[in-house]
């Protein structure tokens, strides 16, 4: 069985630009997740999508992040304006039931 | 909300010895509590969780214990490998589809 598919798994952008992350997650599964993983902490849940539909986004800092998940498979989560305390590794994961999978992460260092 | 807090932040133990990291929860409908590893430069990946219904659980090396009057779990790593050095989170889920992660502990596994 496939894992969590995401790209990019690096990027460096300038403070103000944007980036775009793809998130693919495991076939069959209705749940995605972003999370954000700040150096040294844990996991922190950016928003939580049931087929294309959000289910809790509370924690997405909405001025410049957005996600979507149009046809209830494929993710994706922009940031624009990028700012520095943006860098992190954007997790992205997929759960049917309880059991929340990860991908490898997208490394997004802000300069 | 749920607020799950895991100790210590990190911990060195010498090859063949025993790990054990410990985590507390507030909130007392939380039912699932999963643990993942995380490597550098992957994401996390389940090792074992436990759910409330079950007070222990065993897989070859990893156990978890779960006391949920005193709303605490813990991890045991009994007689620890080099490949078992990586950053342990534990997690909460107060419902079924959510989880809350401890902020990790770096596990240093001494030759």
């Known amino acids: 069985e496939a894992g969590v598919a995401q790209s990019p798994r690096y990027k460096i952008i300038e403070k103000r630009q944007s980036v775009a992350f793809w998130c693919n997650p495991i076939s069959g599964h209705a749940t995605l997740y972003w999370y954000q993983q700040i150096l040294g902490q844990g996991p922190k849940l950016l928003i939580q999508f049931q087929n294309n539909g959000v289910v809790d986004d509370s924690q997405l800092p909405k001025d410049r992040f957005s996600a979507e998940r149009l046809k209830g498979v494929d993710s994706t989560l922009k940031i624009q304006p990028a700012k520095l305390e943006d860098s992190a590794v954007y997790l992205c994961?997929?759960?049917?039931?309880?059991?929340?999978?990860f991908g490898e992460g997208s490394w997004l260092t802000v300069v | 909300g749920e607020n799950v807090e895991q100790h210590p932040s990190t911990l060195s133990v010498q090859e063949g010895d025993s790990a054990v990291i410990k985590c507390t929860y507030s909130?007392?409908?939380?039912?699932?509590f999963p643990w993942y590893k995380q490597e550098l430069g992957k994401g996390p990946q389940l090792i074992i969780d436990i759910r409330s219904n079950v007070g222990e659980k065993k897989d070859q090396r990893i156990a978890v214990t779960l006391n949920k009057t005193a709303k605490h779990f813990s991890l045991h790593i009994t007689e620890t490998q080099p490949e078992d050095s990586a950053v342990y989170f534990c997690?909460?889920?107060?419902?079924?589809?959510?989880?809350?992660f401890g902020k990790g502990t770096r596990l240093h596994i001494l030759p």
């Open positions: 909130d007392s409908a939380s039912n699932y």
């Open positions: 997690a909460a889920a107060p419902r079924d589809d959510k989880i809350i």
């Open positions: 994961a997929s759960s049917s039931g309880n059991t929340i999978y």
